[in-house]
């Protein structure tokens, strides 16, 4: 059982990457604190479009009963592989690196984009996860799979091809996003978190780039709409799910929550926690509640 004391102190993560379909996957993993861990379960976390496993580092800090293990999904962090024209690639990408790390009866944590992978895993492989947590998972209704027009275009790309790609330094990126709509939302540490391991070195050596490059993130939200069955994989996943939903405004806005209302519904053990005092960026916004939420769910029997 997660324990119920937030207790902060966990030393850095080691990591380590992994051979995953044909291209190399990072993922941080932390020890239990103290001798062991009790048998406690693992917990494995999926970050939204644009992040990097890390930014899961607030939360992780408060769970230290229970081994961690926080993944930069293809195209971000350390990981290569991107740009990302299949949303099933992220579900395999986890479900091979979890099974060669040997991980299985696992509590899933994820967000977003990172979240519609982790329940793909667990309709696809049973026994890998017995819980999951899913901070507003981008499984929008039925409809939005619908065969259509795409969303996106090379005449015609997603927005975030425009960012800023170059800084500095990870103090510069903040100076220049702590003002702005979202990240003025985020808690201190996680902004921090997410802008000194959200850069790497240029390849000339001088100054330093998004690891996430803006085309690889446009690419994901422009493959938005390639996994239509999710909707009938969620149907399977009869484990106990937590469903957290934001605020809805517009499909557009990116602190609006992307996630069908309906979804708790359809899980054979769904639960719908409905969360409109916060936005999309919940974990980000309020990681001590994140954890709360997750400690209380888990605690279940």
């Given at each position: 059982?997660?324990?119920?004391a937030m207790i902060t102190g966990r030393p850095?993560?080691?990591?380590?990457?992994?051979?995953?379909?044909?291209?190399?996957?990072?993922?941080?993993?932390?020890?239990?604190?103290?001798?062991?861990?009790?048998?406690?379960?693992?917990?494995?976390?999926?970050?939204?479009?644009?992040?990097?496993?890390?930014?899961?580092?607030?939360?992780?800090?408060?769970?230290?009963?229970?081994?961690?293990?926080?993944?930069?999904?293809?195209?971000?962090?350390?990981?290569?592989?991107?740009?990302?024209?299949?949303?099933?690639?992220?579900?395999?990408?986890?479900?091979?690196?979890?099974?060669?790390?040997?991980?299985?009866?696992?509590?899933?944590?994820?967000?977003?984009?990172?979240?519609?992978?982790?329940?793909?895993?667990a309709a696809d492989h049973p026994g890998v996860?017995?819980?999951?947590?899913?901070?507003?998972?981008?499984?929008?209704?039925?409809?939005?799979?619908?065969?259509?027009?795409?969303?996106?275009?090379?005449?015609?790309?997603?927005?975030?091809?425009?960012?800023?790609?170059?800084?500095?330094?990870?103090?510069?990126?903040m100076e220049r996003f702590r003002d702005r709509?979202?990240?003025?939302?985020?808690?201190?540490?996680?902004?921090?978190?997410?802008?000194?391991?959200?850069?790497?070195?240029?390849?000339?050596?001088?100054?330093?780039?998004?690891?996430?490059?803006?085309?690889?993130?446009?690419?994901?939200?422009?493959?938005?709409?390639?996994?239509?069955?999710?909707?009938?994989?969620?149907?399977?996943?009869?484990?106990?799910?937590?469903?957290?939903?934001?605020?809805?405004?517009?499909?557009?806005?990116?602190?609006?929550?992307?996630?069908?209302?309906?979804?708790?519904?359809?899980?054979?053990?769904?639960?719908?926690?409905?969360?409109?005092?916060?936005?999309?960026?919940?974990?980000?916004?309020?990681?001590?509640?994140?954890?709360?939420?997750?400690?209380?769910?888990?605690?279940?029997?």
């Amino acid at each position: 059982m997660l324990v119920a004391a937030m207790i902060t102190g966990r030393p850095a993560p080691e990591t380590r990457l992994h051979a995953v379909g044909g291209t190399q996957i990072a993922a941080h993993h932390w020890p239990a604190a103290g001798v062991g861990d009790g048998g406690a379960a693992p917990l494995v976390f999926a970050h939204a479009t644009g992040f990097h496993g890390r930014v899961w580092d607030a939360i992780i800090e408060q769970l230290p009963a229970h081994r961690a293990h926080a993944l930069d999904m293809r195209g971000h962090g350390g990981s290569g592989g991107g740009p990302v024209a299949d949303w099933r690639v992220l579900a395999s990408d986890v479900a091979e690196l979890l099974a060669a790390e040997g991980i299985a009866s696992a509590v899933g944590i994820g967000h977003s984009m990172g979240a519609h992978a982790l329940l793909q895993v667990a309709a696809d492989h049973p026994g890998v996860f017995a819980r999951l947590v899913l901070f507003d998972p981008v499984i929008l209704a039925p409809e939005f799979y619908a065969p259509g027009e795409p969303l996106y275009t090379a005449e015609n790309p997603h927005p975030a091809i425009r960012r800023k790609r170059d800084f500095a330094s990870p103090e510069a990126m903040m100076e220049r996003f702590r003002d702005r709509d979202p990240y003025s939302l985020f808690d201190a540490r996680v902004f921090e978190d997410y802008c000194r391991f959200g850069l790497v070195p240029t390849a000339s050596g001088e100054g330093m780039e998004l690891a996430c490059s803006p085309e690889d993130e446009a690419s994901v939200y422009a493959s938005s709409r390639s996994n239509p069955g999710i909707i009938e994989a969620a149907k399977r996943v009869d484990i106990p799910v937590l469903v957290v939903r934001a605020l809805y405004t517009t499909l557009n806005d990116f602190k609006s929550s992307p996630t069908w209302p309906e979804l708790a519904s359809i899980l054979p053990q769904g639960q719908d926690l409905h969360r409109p005092d916060m936005t999309h960026f919940h974990p980000f916004q309020d990681p001590a509640d994140a954890a709360r939420i997750i400690a209380e769910f888990v605690g279940f029997t």
